[in-house]
């Protein structure tokens, strides 16, 4: 599970976040981004003018680490319906890596979406992306990150010096369909990430990833809407936005992404902190 912590904005937004997992802090979550949407909406902490009901769309800007990112929500009075923003730029770091690994070579690429994450397509007959399959999965994934970070990459972004290293691998199942079809998804993927973990939503930011990647290798069109679906059968839209952009202080040709996807309230909890307790107050950590 991811978390966010609400701020006040600093700059121009209407809120801030900080996302975090329980390997640590992240500078960006796709679908943490529609979630915080969902709850700013919902819960009415937005001023009154920003309420839009469908078919108008209410506009929320998040200020982010990688920058404020501009939101659209539809809102029908009571639940928001849907929510789409447009990701940080996409670009290529490294094209065409290959890895060694227990299944044999697997070739990727790794790939800067407000994270950099490692893209690789792989055969279904070889390792479906399926429940039943989530152990093998999850030691797939740490094995070829402990791989990739042992070649002694450089992975880091000019314009975010705060970004470095490897967030995650991403494994795809590709789907072969009509490309104008939005009703089935281009392909099944899923985000190994963290400590042994698996990202059970389609992942935002690992969305605008490969349909920027997939862009910027020439293997879909700007009017492609691009559908990914999860581990569980959750889905979410991509589409390109912005082809005239370049990145990574001016280095690399890259994309703009918009996505769209629904997240749902579940609760509340209340937590108090108080300063007299010492571990509660200024937290601990166990290294193993």
């Keep these: 599970m991811f978390g966010g912590f609400l701020l006040d904005p600093i700059e121009n937004g209407d809120a801030a976040v900080l996302f975090m997992n329980p390997s640590g802090y992240t500078d960006q979550c796709g679908h943490g981004i529609i979630a915080i949407v969902t709850l700013l909406i919902q819960l009415r902490k937005l001023p009154d003018d920003h309420y839009r009901l469908k078919p108008d769309l209410m506009s929320v800007r998040l200020e982010t680490t990688v920058g404020i990112l501009e939101t659209e929500a539809c809102w029908n009075g009571q639940k928001v319906e849907y929510v789409r923003f447009r990701n940080t730029p996409v670009w290529i770091l490294y094209e065409n890596l290959t890895i060694n690994s227990s299944m044999g070579p697997i070739t990727g690429d790794i790939v800067f979406n407000g994270a950099f994450n490692f893209f690789a397509e792989l055969d279904p007959i070889v390792l479906e992306v399926k429940p039943e399959n989530s152990s093998r999965i999850i030691e797939l994934g740490g094995e070829i990150k402990e791989r990739i970070q042992k070649i002694g990459l450089d992975i880091s972004s000019k314009e975010f010096p705060q970004i470095k290293g490897l967030h995650g691998v991403d494994f795809v199942n590709v789907i072969q369909k009509n490309p104008t079809d939005e009703t089935k998804p281009d392909q099944i993927s899923v985000l190994v990430l963290g400590h042994k973990q698996i990202d059970r939503s ?87």
């Design 202 to 288: 389609p992942c935002g930011s690992g969305t605008a990833g490969r349909t920027g990647l997939l862009y910027l290798k020439g293997r879909i069109s700007r009017d492609h809407i691009f559908v990914n679906e999860s581990i569980i059968g959750s889905t979410f839209k991509a589409k390109i936005v912005n082809t005239d952009v370049r990145a990574n202080c001016d280095t690399k040709r890259a994309c703009v992404v918009e996505i769209q996807g629904q997240a749902h309230l579940l609760g509340k909890s209340e937590w108090w902190l108080d300063p007299d307790d010492e571990i509660g107050y200024r937290g601990f950590v166990i290294h193993r």
